[in-house]
């Protein structure tokens, strides 16, 4: 069975500081891995996925998340953070199988300070 | 209309009101979702239909009764809600239950 953690339900940063939200995950076969980010009273929006291939994966908005298998980590990134990145981000995983699903983790609220 | 539209975005009703909520999905996927978000809770999934078929009911009340018609359409009949049941309401579609979802933005439910 897959499932995923994010350590720290709550994060704030400073603007212009380096975003770090962590994601650890387990799953007994590679896994695919998601990025979602929420905005108030919005759905969620995909900001970036690892499946195969290269393990640092580039998104939008200037998030970057890198596959570490060794320490089943998919933390997300921003060098800079902007006011603009105040929301709450979701990590998922999956294994890509024909009947599993994706599992959310339960979330991060990203704040921004100016 | 793109991606994954719902209707209505705001709805209020009485504990004894029958209503729906719509999904719709203009990306040709082959399997959607309903979610229940709740203030500071975690994400709830609800419904999972594939081709149609629905694959996963999370131990939902019968009060809430998914219905997919169609791959593009998926719809959520509420009847007799309680007051806890008001959170926000995701809809999602993915091509495969594997794969990266793409989300509604949500009906804002108001039970009183």
């Known amino acids: 069975a897959q499932s995923v953690t994010q350590l720290g339900s709550h994060v704030s940063v400073s603007e212009g500081a380096l975003v770090l939200l962590r994601c650890n995950y387990s799953s007994s076969v590679p896994p695919y891995l998601f990025w979602y980010v929420q905005y108030p009273n919005q759905g969620l929006q995909l900001l970036l996925k690892y499946t195969t291939g290269a393990t640092l994966v580039k998104g939008i908005n200037g998030f970057e998340a890198e596959f570490k298998k060794s320490e089943t980590s998919f933390h997300l990134t921003k060098p800079s953070a902007h006011m603009s990145d105040a929301a709450e981000y979701f990590c998922a995983v999956s294994n890509g199988g024909a009947t599993n699903k994706l599992i959310f983790g339960t979330g991060t609220l990203l704040a921004v300070q100016p | 209309e793109t991606g994954v539209t719902q209707t209505p975005r705001h709805l209020v009703m009485g504990m004894t009101n029958k209503k729906s909520l719509k999904c719709e999905q203009h990306?040709?996927?082959?399997?959607m979702y309903w979610y229940k978000q709740s203030a500071k809770k975690p994400l709830e999934l609800m419904f999972v239909y594939s081709l149609e078929e629905r694959v996963e009911n999370n131990s939902v009340p019968s009060r809430f009764s998914p219905e997919c018609p169609n791959s593009s359409h998926l719809f959520l009949h509420l009847h007799t809600l309680q007051p806890e049941d008001s959170a926000l309401y995701l809809c999602a579609s993915s091509q495969g239950i594997s794969y990266e979802q793409y989300f509604g933005p949500g009906t804002r439910l108001t039970v009183t």
């Open positions: 990306l040709g996927h082959n399997a």
